[in-house]
């Protein structure tokens, strides 16, 4: 079992930058990989990033490739999400997840993930 909860959500001025906290919970952490997600209101959670367990692969959605960076720090059961360059479009719940056995192309798939966190909001104001 594996309990996660995120920090680092706020309000923030277009152009602006966040970092997104992932505390886990458990001795198992660096066994999964972790991804993120985001919902905006009316629409479905959609991928943002992945980071494998060991930290050297990661993974993002074209639409934030090159503005977001996800890493972790296993020693502290940790995984973050930088955000820079943020976007109205940006704005969502962010929620991080946890994989135990990650399968080809399932992290970018919310069903890939068995554990998730109650989320954090982003707001970016134009």
């Known amino acids: 079992q594996v309990h996660l909860v995120e920090s680092g959500g706020g309000l923030v001025q277009a152009g602006g930058s966040l970092r997104l906290s992932c505390a886990a919970s458990?001795?198992?952490?660096?066994?999964?990989?972790m991804g993120w997600f985001r919902q905006a209101p009316g629409k479905e959670r959609e991928f943002v990033a992945a980071?494998?367990?060991?930290?050297?692969?990661?993974y993002y959605a074209d639409s934030v490739r090159g503005r977001f960076t996800i890493s972790r720090d296993n020693a502290k059961s940790t995984v973050y999400l930088q955000m820079n360059s943020l976007k109205p479009e940006d704005t969502a719940v962010y929620y991080c997840?946890?994989?135990?056995?990650?399968?080809?192309?399932?992290?970018?798939?919310?069903?890939?993930?068995?554990?998730w966190g109650q989320g954090t909001q982003v707001t970016v104001s134009s």
């Open positions: 997840a946890a994989s135990r056995n990650p399968r080809l192309g399932s992290l970018y798939y919310t069903w890939g993930y068995d554990y």
């Open positions: 458990g001795r198992t952490f660096s066994t999964y990989a």
């Open positions: 980071i494998s367990w060991s930290g050297g692969t990661t």
